[in-house]
């Protein structure tokens, strides 16, 4: 799936953290578990680099891009508007 980025994040804490996308037509967001990325992450170079506007392509099933995981207790599922990155 590739889109412009509106809105990323990070957000979480410790062991729950994850950088989390809004992309343009999309309604959806789109999550990176911290596990994915902790190791080798510069959070400095990723600022600069994926931020409003920026393209991005994301590998999704097509099944969960018509039908989202989301955590019962998700109280943002489906919201957009969410403060940008600082």
């Given amino acids: 799936m590739?889109?412009?980025i509106t809105?990323?994040?990070?957000k979480g804490s410790a062991g729950d953290a994850y950088l989390e996308f809004y992309?343009?037509?999309r309604?959806?967001?789109?999550?990176v578990p911290v596990d994915w990325y902790?190791?080798?992450f510069d959070r400095a170079s990723f600022k600069s680099a994926a931020h409003a506007g920026t393209e991005i392509t994301f590998d999704v099933e097509?099944?969960?891009?018509a039908k989202p995981l989301e955590p019962a207790t998700d109280h943002?599922?489906?919201r957009?508007?969410?403060r940008p990155w600082p």
Avoid: C, H, M, P
């Fill in 23 to 25: 992309v343009d037509k």
């Fill in 7 to 10: 809105v990323v994040e990070e």
């Fill in 76 to 78: 943002v599922s489906r």
């Fill in 62 to 65: 097509t099944t969960q891009l």
């Fill in 2 to 4: 590739e889109g412009t």
């Fill in 38 to 40: 902790a190791s080798s």
């Fill in 80 to 82: 957009l508007g969410t």
């Fill in 27 to 31: 309604t959806t967001r789109f999550r």
